[in-house]
């Protein structure tokens, strides 16, 4: 059990908004298809990682009311770096002008729940205060004539704040996963563009979520009825209605925000979460299930005691 809190949160969304109908104009689509197969409507693109992790990042800690040279570590979440060298974390740590460690974790769309599990194990050991940020723009890394993976991915990024605590642990289990053997299924070569099996993705994130999900709940020792909020990883409407009727949680108890962001890859979670938390549907003390599948295959999952009043 971990004693870091999210003490602030924010997002940000690149301004360009490309809807399904202007995909109908680009391949052989409709908005139909993509709203029935996926339950996506538009999404954001022409971000950059950097750029969007700093706003990010740069109002989650005033939200945090958390100055830049008081945060102990940075973990930026991508898949989708500015440059190969260096790290965009770098980048951005300068940018919001930290004074502190800072790395990139890559593990895809599940990025942002094990850059949670590894922010709250340095809580855990001593860390005060640590910024966390998952971003991706997955429109860089898109093939625009490829109708089965472009009508799927945009960009976005989500950061919290994380402040140990000696009171009430609020990190209550978790579980990491990867399966390298499922590597060709979704993949993007240097100066390529992603290639994804997606009906075989699918099959297999939904057992990966359940798995995950259930793992993080039996190390939480607690039981699926006690799961106020399920915030998943914003692939496909199909793929979290499965995945929640396998945990036995009813899809209402769902967050949902791919209808306008479509899968934002490791900013999916974070922006899941945020929205639930601006539109007030977290209440302190709920549990909340945070839980992932991506490229790798990644899984990832974790057991959230709500706590952002600090008891
Ligand atoms: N518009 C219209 N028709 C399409 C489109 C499209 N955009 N894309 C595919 N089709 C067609 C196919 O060609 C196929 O036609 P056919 O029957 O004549 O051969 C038909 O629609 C059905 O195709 P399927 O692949 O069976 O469609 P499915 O219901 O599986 O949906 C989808 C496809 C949306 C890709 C789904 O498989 C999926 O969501 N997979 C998981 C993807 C995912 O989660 N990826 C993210 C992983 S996380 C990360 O790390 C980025």
Redesign the pocket.
Known sequence: MAFGRITGWAIDLPERILTNDE?AQM????DE??RE??GISARHIDGKVSEMSTNAGKAALEKAGVKPEEIDLFILAT?TADKVVPATSSIVQNNLGLSCGAFDLNA??SGFVYGLVTAMQFADSGMEKILLIGSDS?STFTDWED???????GDGAGAVVIERTSEQPCFLGWDLMADGSAADL?YCEHGGK?V?H??E??RR?VIAMENAANAAMEKAGITNDQISLVVP?Q??V??IDAAMKRLGIPKEKAALVMDTTG?T?AASIPLALIDSIDSGQVEQDDLLLLVG????MTSAAAVVRWNSAGN
Not at 147 to 153: A, D, S
Not at 293 to 296: D, H, I
């Open positions: 995909l391949v052989d689509t409709s298809w993509i197969r996926s898949t895809a769309c997955l109708r089965t993976t472009c009508v799927l991915f979704l992603i994804m997606g009906q993705v699918f994130a990883h692939a496909n199909r793929i899968n890859s599948f991506g490229a790798g």
